[in-house]
């Protein structure tokens, strides 16, 4: 009797756990749908992870999961993944923005890990990345053009620059949201080239900015420029320079997104 009556106890605690989890599952999507978590950035945010030159995200949807870039240093980068305790295995999907090696530095040990996925990289991308992926046996997949790689995820394709990039842009109810690599074809004709194509204007955008040569006027320009392309919130960070970052965080204030290694972006 005793025994069917903890069995009943154990069964009623077991029910009340799963409903719980259940619970807290719904209240969480319905709180951000998106979330990005910086993997890899020159720029500190949370104890325990390494800060270095280069970028890296993890995009996750409710239905799937992308890899955005994947820093310089393959050690930096595994480690950063643990630290994060992000599964490579629930990655669907890789975007590298560019060939340069801040950006495809963790790619090789990312495959060792995962290559069942499709690599997004560029046609001009040098043989020895291209290399990285096929020796791995992973798919390498070029857009030329816009392109909606997954439901509202959009490549921007080619872009011209110092050397070629591409960005990544999801469509949201609120707007575009916008990521980016280094932004070498120039940060406002990359959100010029999404507005236009798909007709929406940008709600937010962060990644590498590269504008470490400007000046405070012309740092000025850029953000008046951005905010007449919708921008309402933004993060610069990695090559953007120090001094450039300063006067984005002062410009958008409580809508400034904070960057930095282990931060999570949500909309
Ligand atoms: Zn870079
Ligand atoms: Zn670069």
Redesign the pocket.
Known sequence: MKRIFRLALLLVLLITSIQYLAYSNVLDKSESDIKVTIIYDNYDFKDGLKSDWGFSCLIEFPDKTILFDTGARPGVFEKNLKALNIDPQSIDMVVV??D?Y??TGGLSTFLELNNKVPVYILKSFSDKTKEIITENNAKIVCEHELTEISKNVFLSGELQG??E?QSLAINTDKGLVVIT??S?PGINKILEHFKSSLNKDIYMVFG?F?LMRMNDEEIEQIITKMRSLGVQKCGATH?TGKKQIKQFKNAFGKNYVQMGVGNVVEF
Do not use: F, N, R
Request: charged letters at 20%; aromatic letters at 0%.
């Open positions: 923005s560019h340069h801040d950006h110092k050397i990039e690599g280094c070498h590498g590269h090559c």
